[in-house]
């Protein structure tokens, strides 16, 4: 078990960095911003208004708030706020550019707090169902240690969650962090914010509210005492380790007699060698120390010549004090500098000589190895070289080198040459890419990619000037091929496949497009119990209202509820005595009645003969009398660029981006979390440019066979476009688009981007 110990715990907790950044903030009069008194009298507090502002901090401590994250697994975010009602806007951010890579937003239009950060670069989020948007003053902790992430709001802790591991190594060039606001355009935070700080230590929320608990230790804490306990643990099995290595050593010493020796009152051990000498070797053994004479090495001279320590015989040979021997005249290298000769029993050695140089010494060089120095610069290959004729002689530091030409191989002092050509080899196959030109330059070649192309000419890959997004490749030069579910020429536009007619949702569901895919739900009466768009809407049944299934009957208590395929009827009990009216929503209406549903102002219902039908309120913009809340877009409010593309998106509009449901109100975009299928298949697929993961098994445009397997029989093979029938592998060209071919695959039409289309060049 894991010590907790509250004394251990406070030695874990470092008093840690605070960085408030309002004090921080360089204070000029821009507009849109105004310093205010907030609840803490001490510290500045601002006010933001205008939806023009820049509120950025210096670069300095952009950078401490990323080294910050860098260096700590215990981090919290802090702020004092004021939101004004109905706002969106981000509080905090880490941006580059329009990408954001830490980010802290409260939106008021579906009352969230939403906390964005990136995993192994891509983004991430994490939404808090909460209203921070009152128009009153609240204090905000964001509380992360490790993978721990913990909401405080007004000193309570509202929400705990385990996220995925925060990217901290940050690749981006330039990244800048603000305040009241994403980036430069987007997100901007109308209200006042107060002691806005990010905090290193553990339970740093208690900077905002000292009282808090603190007696559990934080994620981080919990690591730490972990490393410390696992620590421990190995440094007791080294010492349990050590300790029985050093009683197996002891027992061997008391087990074996103790033997040493004495000489000129030096200790020596038992089987100790040692020279007193030159011509002595001693040996310790059993107590006892024994002497002999070093025995001098046999010779095969004639008359040898002993030195040292053997006893000279003849003044013929010579040997060396390594032992070797020479015969009389014979000539050796004593050392790299000296040559000698052995002249009767006399070794006589001369120094080799140097020729003079005409160089400083500060400038002359001295190479291991070589007797004689050269100048620093020496020109080797115009004194002297043996390179062939068909080589290069390269001049180095200390020496040269020979280097056969181009066309010709060998070790550069002889050089044979080869025949290389732009010609295909034996195998066929030509010595550049396919996309390279091969020019001949003698008996060799050189590669070299075209233009559109990058490599080494060997291989050459092409290049797009945009990048290909959502899954997409470039093939070609500024081509991109599509994978199924996008079109564009950078595979930018996602296929509606519901819009077009080109889904395959059958039975009793419709279809509902998302990002790259659609799924079938299953219409209003029915259900699946498996889950909703498997078998594309096959396994749709009809819901029992009459036994509380869905959402029930609302027969009038008089009539008695009989269930019909996706719907139900109310009939009279006893004859004809009884009300053809609803009971909804705990209120009677009349047979023929339609009114506003008071939970959804922007459904209009209907009751006929006691079954209430209810559905989303048309939005006729031409008419006088118009409830904006249920139709945004017929007020005439300001409109809001796209996040990315060069678009103007109309008040009240909405769209996908980067897996986001967004809304256009009154100039300001609010984004939220898409909202997926559940899944309830074990083979699941997320393909890149996928805001949602899918069964395999419901995608026929995968290359997985799974599919024909598993849904064989079930899905009609034929496919009906515009009135045609196609077969399976069909092909053709989507209607009113010639860059975009669709493909039968067993009743279902995979649409993508024709990689070979010319359309789009043609076009104005």
């Given at each position: ?32 911003i105004q ?101 009153h ?10 993978t ?65 608990d ?24 080294d ?38 000498n ?14 002999k004479?070093r ?23 010579c ?52 007797c004689?120095?050269?100048c620093?610069g ?12 068909n ?6 530091t ?11 191989h060998?070790n ?7 025949t290389v ?7 066929d196959?030509k ?7 091969c ?9 070299k ?13 092409p290049?797009c ?5 959502n ?8 081509k991109?091929?599509?994978r ?14 519901c ?15 998302i ?7 299953c219409?209003?009466?029915y259900?699946?119990?498996w889950?909703?768009h498997?078998?594309y809407?096959?396994q749709?049944a ?7 299934e869905?959402d ?37 209406h009349?047979?023929?009645s ?14 006929k ?22 139709c ?9 660029p ?34 997926c ?5 074990s ?37 009906r ?44």
């Amino acid at each position: 078990m894991i010590a907790t110990d509250q004394n251990l715990i406070k030695s874990t907790n470092h008093e840690g960095d605070v960085l408030d950044l309002i004090p921080l903030l360089k204070r000029t009069s821009s507009p849109g911003i105004q310093y205010i008194t907030g609840p803490n009298n001490i510290t500045p507090a601002i006010r933001l208004t205008d939806s023009q502002r820049v509120v950025i901090l210096p670069d300095a401590v952009s950078a401490k708030a990323q080294r910050f994250l860098r260096e700590n697994i215990d981090i919290t975010f802090l702020a004092t706020l004021k939101q004004e009602i109905g706002d969106s806007g981000s509080i905090l951010s880490l941006s580059t550019g329009i990408n954001r890579i830490l980010e802290i937003e409260s939106s008021g239009r579906r009352n969230e707090v939403r906390f964005y950060y990136t995993h192994d670069q891509k983004i991430q989020i994490e939404t808090f169902p909460y209203k921070l948007a009152d128009n009153h003053w609240h204090k905000l902790a964001l509380s992360l240690s490790a993978t721990d992430l913990t909401l405080f709001v007004d000193c309570e802790q509202i929400y705990r969650r385990v996220i995925l591991t925060l990217d901290t190594n940050f690749k981006a060039d330039k990244i800048s962090l603000f305040l009241g606001q994403r980036n430069r355009e987007y997100a901007h935070f109308r209200g006042a914010l107060q002691d806005v700080k990010i905090v290193t230590k553990s339970h740093g929320y208690l900077i905002q509210c000292p009282h808090q608990d603190t007696s559990c230790p934080t994620c981080a804490q919990h690591q730490h005492l972990q490393k410390m306990y696992e620590k421990m643990q190995s440094d007791i099995q080294d010492l349990n380790k050590k300790l029985l290595q050093a009683e197996e050593r002891l027992l061997k010493v008391e087990q074996s007699p103790c033997h040493y020796c004495i000489y000129n009152d030096t200790m020596k051990k038992e089987g100790e060698r040692w020279s007193p000498n030159k011509c002595t070797v001693c040996i310790c053994k059993n107590t006892s120390v024994i002497c002999k004479h070093r025995d001098c090495s046999v010779v095969d001279c004639r008359n040898p010549v002993y030195r040292d320590c053997c006893k000279p015989a003849s003044d013929n040979c010579c040997i060396m004090d390594n032992n070797e021997y020479y015969n009389p005249g014979e000539k050796f290298q004593k050392s790299n500098c000296f040559y000698c000769a052995c002249d009767n029993a006399s070794i006589v050695c001369n120094q080799t000589s140097c020729p003079e140089l005409n160089c400083s010494k500060d400038s002359r060089i001295y190479i291991d190895g070589e007797c004689c120095p050269i100048c620093n610069g020496t020109n080797f290959c115009a004194l002297d070289h043996n390179c062939h004729v068909n080589a290069t002689c390269v001049n180095l530091t200390t020496r040269y080198i020979c280097q056969c030409k181009s066309g010709f191989h060998g070790n550069g002092t002889h050089c044979k040459g080869v025949t290389v050509d732009c010609s295909p080899n034996k195998e066929d196959e030509k010595p550049c890419h396919v996309n390279a030109v091969c020019t001949q330059i003698g008996h060799t070649y050189r590669c070299k990619c075209k233009d559109g192309y990058r490599g080494n000419g060997r291989w050459c890959q092409p290049v797009c000037e945009s990048e290909c997004k959502n899954g997409g490749r470039c093939i070609a030069p500024n081509k991109c091929e599509c994978r199924y579910g996008y079109v564009g020429k950078y595979c930018e536009n996602d296929i509606n496949e519901c819009k077009l007619g080109i889904d395959a949702c059958q039975g009793q569901s419709e279809c509902v497009n998302i990002p790259g895919w659609y799924y079938c739900r299953c219409k209003q009466g029915y259900d699946s119990s498996w889950h909703q768009h498997s078998m594309y809407g096959l396994q749709c049944a009809d819901l029992n209202e009459c036994l509380g299934e869905g959402d029930g009957h609302t027969c009038h208590p008089s009539t008695k509820c009989y269930n019909t395929d996706g719907s139900y009827e109310c009939r009279c009990k006893y004859k004809d005595d009884c009300s053809h009216g609803c009971i909804f929503e705990g209120y009677y209406h009349e047979n023929n009645s339609r009114w506003i549903s008071e939970i959804d102002v922007c459904s209009d219902c209907s009751c006929k003969r006691g079954v209430v039908k209810c559905h989303q309120r048309e939005c006729d913009c031409s008419k006088r009398k118009i409830n904006y809340s249920c139709c945004p877009h017929c007020a005439e409010k300001r409109s809001c660029p796209h996040q990315e593309h060069s678009l103007e998106m109309s008040h009240g509009q909405k769209w996908v981006y980067e897996c986001q449901t967004c809304e256009c109100l009154s100039g300001e975009v609010d984004c939220w979390p898409l909202e997926c299928p559940k899944l309830m298949c074990s083979d699941v697929v997320k393909m890149s440019g996928d805001c949602c993961p899918r069964c395999i098994d419901d995608d026929p445009c995968h290359e997985n066979d799974q599919y024909s397997v598993i849904n064989a029989g079930l899905i009609p093979s034929l496919c009906r476009y515009h009135g045609r029938k196609y077969r399976h592998n069909d092909h053709w060209n989507l209607h009113g688009d010639k860059c975009t071919t669709c493909k039968c695959k067993r009743g279902h039409i995979c649409c993508s981007f024709n990689q070979t289309c010319t359309a789009l060049e043609r076009s104005p």
